[in-house]
């Protein structure tokens, strides 16, 4: 009798837990994001989000503002989606690798860090927003063919417009970003230099903080229900 209550009061204990961290867990769960405030670098306060861009001005220095602009090697918008296998897909490898296996540390970051000219593949080595992540094969793989092993029905999606209006919100306002920040945190790393794709290439590489002008067009935040509001507005308007 003593060890069946022994056994009883066990599971008892493992179910008043287990609601514990389940109510715990949930009411978390209902609570929004916070999002934190860094402060380490000379130029103020920054999202983590956002702080890519401020990685210029680590020991690795890059001018953007001063990096040539070479007519005869410039990257099409049609050259980057190109080696994507569909939209927000990391780039591939479009060229080959020294070890199936090798490491970002040893072999891409060496012309991936800093970009510059590369004599082999004559053109510009596309600078990485993420040097810090050494094991590049994780997400980027070889393109080794273009062509698939049986057809299928997906359809890649439209990559966004560029030009005035396209990701504008106004008429004359700054463009705002098409696509989410995840792993793109350096903005100058795709939108300036020479690898940059000349359409999206910016015209003012030395304002740092591009997220003060350009904002994210995907919502990423919860949606307000603003109909309640509206209601009260104009019920105290007839009022």
Known sequence: ?????????????IFIAFITIW??????????????????????NFIPSESGVFKRFDGE?????????????QRTLKDYYKNRAYLG???????SVAKERSLGGNTCVQCHQSGGFVEKFNAYAPITPHP??????QCHVTKNTNNTFKGFAFRKKLSPKV????????????????????????????????????EIRVSHP??????????PKINEQPQIDTSTF?????????D
């Open 230 to 238: 509206k209601r009260q507005f104009n019920n105290s308007n007839e």
């Open 132 to 137: 810090e992540m050494i094991n590049c094969r």
């Open 61 to 73: 220095t890059i001018d953007y503002s001063k990096m040539p602009i070479d007519e005869n090697h």
């Open 89 to 95: 897909a990391p780039p591939s490898i479009p060229h």
């Open 206 to 215: 030395e304002r740092v903080n591009c997220r003060q002008c350009h904002l």
């Open 23 to 44: 109510n715990f867990s949930y009411r978390e769960g209902l609570e929004e994001a916070y999002i934190p405030v860094v402060d380490e670098t000379h130029t103020g």
């Open 163 to 198: 030009g005035q209006g396209a990701n504008n919100a106004l008429l004359g306002s700054p463009p705002m970003i098409p696509h989410k920040l995840q792993m793109r945190e350096n903005c100058i790393s795709c939108h300036a230099g020479p690898s940059a794709p000349k």
């Open 1 to 13: 009798m003593r060890k069946r209550l022994v056994i009883i009061s066990f599971f008892v204990i």
